[in-house]
């Protein structure tokens, strides 16, 4: 932690920052494209695209099949942000307990394709991703309008999104929070 006058938009901001959330404060932008990306696929304002192929953690491509008839939970994580390697865990485990019901679609703000890869592995992430800043992945944080990560974004099997919040609503109602979806 550290004390510093930053300058931003004509005026200086003196607080004690950690360099990881000047970092993660900054990055997310870039990463997550909210920088108007190009629409290269012509992809709707309003509507989440899941890519007809996924990775799998070692880089294969896998069709859809595996999330279909699932609720979704699209999450917004990265490797160097530190309150997202501790939801991880967290989320893995909730995932494994309802794996019949529902799957988890990382949608990764790292620098490159390797280096979501190794996040997943270290962390055993049992589950797909987008193509690390493929035009779907960053449409995707456009459309949900990801502010900070870790953001998780329920999505039910007709691809409406249920809720921005899951990852407070896993917080709040633990093993019981897809049933709280399912009702909302």
Same mark, same amino acid.
């Given at each position: 932690m550290f004390v510093s006058a930053i300058y931003v938009g004509g005026?200086?901001?003196n607080k004690i920052l950690s360099f990881g959330l000047i970092m993660g404060l900054f990055s997310i932008n870039s990463i997550f494209g909210w920088a108007e990306p190009e629409n290269e696929k012509n992809l709707p304002d309003d509507q989440i695209i899941i890519p007809e192929t996924l990775l799998k953690v070692s880089g294969e491509k896998v069709g859809l099949e595996k999330i279909a008839e699932k609720y979704v939970g699209l999450y917004f994580s990265a490797s160097w942000c530190g309150p997202c390697r501790k939801f991880?865990?967290? !989320?893995?485990?909730?995932?494994?307990k309802h794996e019949e019901e529902f799957e988890v679609i990382l949608v990764g703000g790292d620098g490159s394709a390797k280096a979501q890869a190794n996040y997943m592995k270290k962390y055993g992430m049992p589950w797909l991703a987008m193509e690390?800043?493929?035009s779907e992945s960053k449409h995707a944080s456009k459309v949900t309008g990801v502010e900070f990560i870790p953001f998780l974004v329920i999505v039910d099997q007709k691809g409406n999104i249920v809720t921005k919040d899951g990852k407070k609503d896993l917080a709040k109602w633990g093993d019981q929070a !897809?049933?709280?979806w399912k009702d909302l």
């Open positions: 005026m200086f901001l991880t865990p967290k !989320l893995i485990e909730f995932r494994n690390n800043q493929s !897809l049933k709280y």
